[in-house]
Structure formats: C-alpha cells, structure tokens
C-alpha cells in the first residue's frame, strides 16, 4: 500500500533522514519508533507531502505521491494526526471535524462520517458546540483523531498521539488506535517514542536512529530485541 524507498529529506543542509526505506501493506498497524529527534516526524512530513525528499520516492497504492503538495496527498487517502494535535483553538468541536471534511462533497457520506466520529468518541457529540482550545489534552486528542477519520482515509499517519497525556489516557488512545485498524480496517502508521505500547499493538515496527533505520520486525518480537531492551526500555 504505502512504499517509502530510499529518501533522504533536508532541512537547509541539514540532512535529517539518510536513504530510509519502509513498507506499510494494506489494514497493517505499522509503529516506527525512536528516541527525540531521530526522525520520526520528519518522516511523517514527508509522507504527508509537507516536506520533499531530495532523493528517492513515496508511492500509495501503486501511484508516486513524492511531489504531491499535501492537500492532494490528503486527497490519495493518506491523513496525518500530527504531534501536538494543532487543533483550531478558537473554532469549536464541531467546526474543527468540517475541516477534516472539506474535500467531502456529498451530504450523506459526511452524515455518515460525523455520526461514526460520534459512534467512536461519544464525548465529542455532547461537547460539539464547545471551543477546541478548552478541551483537555485527551479530549483534544479525541478530536485531532476525529477529524482525520472525517476525511474518509485509507491510511492515517499518528505522529506520536501518547505525547504529553497521562498514563491511563495513554492507554486509551492506543485502544483507540487499534480500533481505528481493526474495527474500520484503516491502515495505520504509527510514529512513537512509547517502544512498549506501539510494540505491544503494531503488526510489525522499525526503530530509526539518528534518521536510518537500524532495525525492523514483527512487533511484539522487537521487545525482545537486545537493542531495543537496552536502548528503549531501560532492561
């Protein structure tokens, strides 16, 4: 579904990703995982089409979205959550899901998008009318996810969703991000720094380092990985 072969992405020249090279087969929960500053989100600003590889190439679903301005990469079916949610503060609940539905022209299909954000975040219907920017940080992280879903994506890009919530809302946004994969079958990408949860979930996982990636395998197997218990989880 998505092939990422062999791009390097710079900031200036800064080269920030070195030759990386990835897959994500279709209804696969994929993790790539890291410490600060490895790359991660680069990664995710590529693949959304906000940043160029100066070389490689990006193709979804057979077709090369490399040189593709966001907005049409939006419009391939790839949706991104980004870190830190970057929500419209000032907008409420309900305007902030519109703006994930803008390229929906069809009245029915956004109905039927809206009450399944409904359906999945209950919260979100009972606070529609209230601004964005007042939420908690859980509940914002509730419409950042909402929003993406609102865009009928084939495939969603989390950009580290776990960031800055408590522990127990840590929990509940991985069980959410499974849910996404395994009950509406959306492929998802998921960019983290929490080894243990991304693992735990994800169908198979790639550690970048220092923007190359270094390892990959079956999730759950990388917690075994001597590395990766050293370097991740502190054992």
């Known amino acids: 579904m998505l092939q990422v072969e062999g791009i390097d ?18 209804k696969e929960l994929v993790a ?6 490895a790359g991660k989100t680069t990664l995710i600003k590529t693949i959304s089409g906000l940043l160029k590889p100066r070389k490689g190439k990006i193709t ?6 490399s040189n593709m301005q966001g907005h049409q990469v939006v419009a391939q079916g790839v949706v991104q959550v ?24 069809d009245n029915k299909a956004y109905n039927e998008h809206l009450e399944m954000v409904h359906q999945m975040f209950p919260r979100l219907k009972e606070r529609e009318k209230q601004l964005a920017g007042t939420l908690s940080g859980g509940e914002q992280q509730m419409v950042a996810i909402g929003r ?24 509940s946004i991985f069980e959410m991000v499974v849910r996404i994969n395994k009950e509406l079958g959306i492929t998802v990408l998921l960019v983290e720094q929490n080894v243990q949860h991304s693992c735990q979930i994800s169908d198979r996982a790639f550690v970048i380092e220092n923007g190359e990636v270094v390892l ?3 999730g759950v197997d ?14």
Request: net charge negative; glycine share 10%; aromatic share 8%.
């Open 9 to 26: 992405v710079y900031y200036g020249d800064v080269q920030v990703i070195k030759d990386i090279s990835l897959d994500v087969q279709d």
């Open 32 to 37: 790539v995982i890291g410490a600060n500053g």
């Open 60 to 65: 979804f679903n057979g077709q090369c979205i």
């Open 82 to 105: 980004p870190e830190g949610r970057l929500l419209f503060p000032e907008m409420t609940v309900l305007e902030n899901l519109q703006m994930g539905a803008f390229q929906i022209k």
């Open 148 to 171: 993406a879903l609102m865009s009928s994506p084939k495939m969603i890009l989390f950009d580290e969703p776990s960031l800055g919530l408590s522990p127990k809302l840590v929990q």
């Open 216 to 218: 990959y395998g079956c």
């Open 222 to 235: 990388m917690l075994q990985n001597e590395h990766v218990r050293r370097a991740y989880l502190g054992l």
